[in-house]
């Protein structure tokens, strides 16, 4: 089994209501009306938004995901989002472990770890993240951070046909940055080894690229080996610019 590629678009915190009916709407609609096969596509808005886009994409190919989930099924944890409402609320993925969440708000390996071990124990796919800071590649750290990352993240039962692992350099994401073609191999590489060591089945692991991912240049980046997709910040909201990100997704 070749992992399928997927296009996973994280809204981070943007969209109101109509905005999300009409971007979702839009994608549904382009997804219906194509006429090659596609990759698989999610759609990751605010938590608050879940809801408006699974309504908008219902009947389609689109997925909804969410951006966070709590590593608890329930209890007192204000502000936060068990996996099993994102479950019933009609998700199928959960971003975790972002590196906006592991700077922000200090989530370490085994919280990402936790986090995506409820996920799969509510039957989401965890989007499990990792990539290295400016610093640490220019200290020539880039390797072992992710070596790092996807050993304490992944969880023991995770397989390709539960999980992804997006790799994402955090030095490139939003920046409009990107690595060259090489870069990108090269630590697709070390993510899949690493995952392989643990797991038996890291040939068929879908590992997603993500950083500054837009239109103009996805079918450079979605081309090299190793890269089964991507995870689109700025770029999945606007429903042509994503669409052209979609529909240079690997063919397999």
Request: include cysteine; glycine fraction near 12%.
């Amino acid at each position: 089994m070749t992992a399928q590629p997927l296009i996973a678009g994280n809204w981070k915190m943007n969209g109101s209501t109509a905005q999300a009916k009409a971007l979702a709407g839009d994608l549904a609609a382009r997804a219906k009306g194509a006429a090659g096969p596609l990759p698989r596509i999610a759609l990751c808005p605010p938590a608050g938004l879940i809801s408006t886009v699974a309504a908008a994409v219902a009947g389609s190919v689109v997925a909804v995901g969410a951006q966070d989930c709590h590593a608890k099924e329930k209890g007192a944890h204000t502000g936060d989002t068990s996996a099993v409402l994102l479950k019933d609320l009609g998700c199928t993925y959960v971003i975790v472990g972002h590196s906006e969440r592991r700077a922000d708000h200090g989530e370490t390996n085994e919280a990402v770890r936790t986090k995506a071990e409820a996920a799969l124990a509510a039957g989401l796919t965890p989007i499990i993240c990792v990539g290295e800071t400016e610093a640490e590649r220019d200290a020539g750290k880039a390797a072992d951070v992710v070596r790092s990352q996807v050993s304490g993240s992944v969880p023991a039962k995770s397989t390709a046909a539960n999980t992804v692992i997006a790799y994402e350099p955090v030095w490139a994401i939003g920046t409009g940055r990107t690595p060259t073609p090489d870069d990108v191999k090269a630590m697709h590489a070390v993510a899949r080894e690493t995952y392989g060591k643990a797991h038996a089945d890291g040939a068929d692991l879908a590992i997603l690229y993500g950083g500054s991912v837009k239109g103009s240049n996805a079918a450079t980046l979605l081309a090299v080996a190793g890269v089964d997709g991507a995870l689109v910040g700025g770029a999945s909201l606007d429903a042509a610019d994503f669409w052209t990100i979609i529909i240079n997704a690997p063919k397999r």
